[in-house]
């Protein structure tokens, strides 16, 4: 007797050879519908259509389909519709459920619950795993339609949420892309899992990124895209940047970073917005760096960089102009509860956007001021940035008040303040940050404002003939 397979899928890919493949080495009946059995005919494939096996489609009582899966099928073969593109063809919720492929979904279900007996297959890359399996693998093939189920239902029910205006509930479902080394420290265990949407990227050599590496990794390349058409490069460590800068090449904006703070350079991230070239890879090479990111390598400088066996050296495919895009909610899970929030996208506002001082900033101080503005986003509360020239000069952050942060950056920076910019994350509360930075000849400050105290402090920087510019935006990170 014969074998039967049952296929409908939505991603053609692969499936015509597949199934001829079953149908003349391994006497599998070739069983379908809808577009799927179209698609199959016309590749010359014999397709029974699978309501002359007696299902109707009244027939969705879990009992009578488990037993006709029992009964009809050894295989099933199902993928379906992406919930996102069918939610992009409608905004009507009835049209949208219509779309929704009941009968597959429930002969998905039923096929896994008897994965004794019926081997199931949701992914293109399980085609050809299917030929040879034991009880292990049908199980672990069940597994992933249970998961593939689990993640169409939440899809599903988040559609519907929105069409309905409610956020009552939120569903998080992940698979695991792999077990890492160790989370922050050697004694915590950790894994990396892949939320809905992710950067494409690729690691170029051997090894593997670390629970840290990735953090680090995530800042980086989260400071490098505010400037993703400029030749720009970050440096960041334990999740924290140290120096930011732009130039009129990369490799002049990377010498401008790393002067910001050389010693945060070893065991350090470095994200490069273009190409990495030779003469930043022979730059690197000579330093004690433990991940380097950018789009594209040159092919001397990659070889190079291969040389040296302790560095990561991370190729980012997702366009950079696009990285803000990719990840929309950030999610923390505490012993209070759950917090959700959207990520932080915040771009400066003309309206909001306004100079409250007697003294103006020139031009050129203004397009400081917005570079400094970008780097305080990312840099820990309560931060305080000095820069010059699109090169930071200093980095204060992770202070419990702003004005300690302002004398902090101040003293790093030294002598480099003078006519520079200071960048704040959240409203100046006091005069002494005023007093800091006039001790430090800085030339122009930009923050949020919106201080009980936004009276006295413009007066102090009137006083000093320092500008100011109002946000109104403030960007705290915890």
């Known amino acids: 007797m014969s074998k039967k397979v049952y296929i409908s899928v939505y991603d053609f890919t692969g499936i015509a050879d597949y199934a001829k493949v079953l149908n003349e080495k391994f006497d599998y009946e070739i069983v379908s519908s809808g577009k799927t ?52 063809k409608t905004d009507d919720v009835r049209q949208f459920m219509d779309a929704i492929n009941v009968l597959d979904f429930s002969i998905l279900r039923a096929a896994a619950k008897d994965f004794n007996d019926t081997i199931i297959v949701t992914d293109i890359s399980d085609f050809y795993k299917t030929i040879n399996v034991n009880a292990y693998d049908r199980q672990k093939l069940a597994l992933r339609a249970f998961q593939y189920m689990a993640d169409y239902d939440e899809a599903v029910s988040e559609k519907i949420g929105v069409y309905s205006g409610e956020d009552e509930r939120k569903l998080i479902n992940m698979a695991k892309i792999c077990e890492l080394k160790y989370g922050s420290n050697p004694h915590q265990k950790a894994s990396l899992y892949r939320p809905k949407t992710m950067a494409d990227y690729k690691l170029l050599n051997e ?19 505010e400037f993703y058409d400029m030749n720009a490069v970050a440096i960041v460590k334990h999740d924290l940047p140290c120096g930011v800068a732009l130039g009129r090449s990369i490799f002049e904006a990377y010498t401008k970073a790393f002067d910001c703070d050389p010693f945060a350079t070893f ?54 102009k696009n990285f ?64 010059k020239d699109f090169k930071t000069v200093s980095i204060a952050q992770g202070q419990t008040n702003l004005i300690a942060a302002t ?32 001790q430090g ?6 923050q949020p404002g919106g ?25 705290l990170s915890f």
């Open 267 to 320: 065991s350090g991230t470095i994200a490069f917005s273009q190409s990495v070239n030779f003469e930043v890879a022979k730059h690197l090479s000579s330093m004690a760096v433990k991940v380097v990111a950018a789009p594209y390598y040159e092919d001397e400088a990659l070889e190079h960089l291969k040389k040296n066996q302790n560095l990561k050296i991370v190729r980012i495919f997702t366009e950079l």
């Open 451 to 475: 201080s009980i105290r936004d009276k006295e402090v413009i007066a102090m920087a009137d006083k000093y003939n320092i500008s100011m510019v109002f946000t109104g935006i403030r960007n």
């Open 37 to 88: 059995f179209e698609y199959l005919s016309k590749k010359g494939l014999k397709v029974i259509d699978i309501s002359d096996l007696g299902i109707a489609d009244g027939f969705y009582a879990r009992t009578f389909m488990e037993t006709f899966i029992h009964k009809n099928f050894d295989m099933v073969i199902i993928n379906l519709r992406p919930v996102q593109d069918i939610a992009e």
């Open 207 to 225: 090894g593997e990124l670390s629970y840290n590496d990735i953090k680090n990794l995530t800042t980086a390349i989260n400071l490098i895209s």
């Open 324 to 387: 803000k895009k990719v990840l929309t909610e950030d999610v923390k899970i505490t012993p209070f509860g759950v917090l959700v929030q959207e990520n932080n996208k915040s771009e400066l506002d003309k309206d909001l956007f306004r100079v409250v001082t007697k003294v103006k900033p020139t031009a050129e101080q203004l397009e400081d001021a917005i570079f400094a503005w970008k780097v305080s986003k990312f840099a820990r509360t309560n931060s305080v940035v000095i820069a």
């Open 407 to 438: 004398e902090l950056a101040m003293d790093i920076a030294c002598e480099n303040s003078k006519d520079a910019i200071l960048a704040t994350d959240e409203a100046i509360p006091a005069g002494e940050c005023i007093n800091a930075a006039a």
């Open 441 to 446: 000849r800085i030339s122009l400050i930009i």
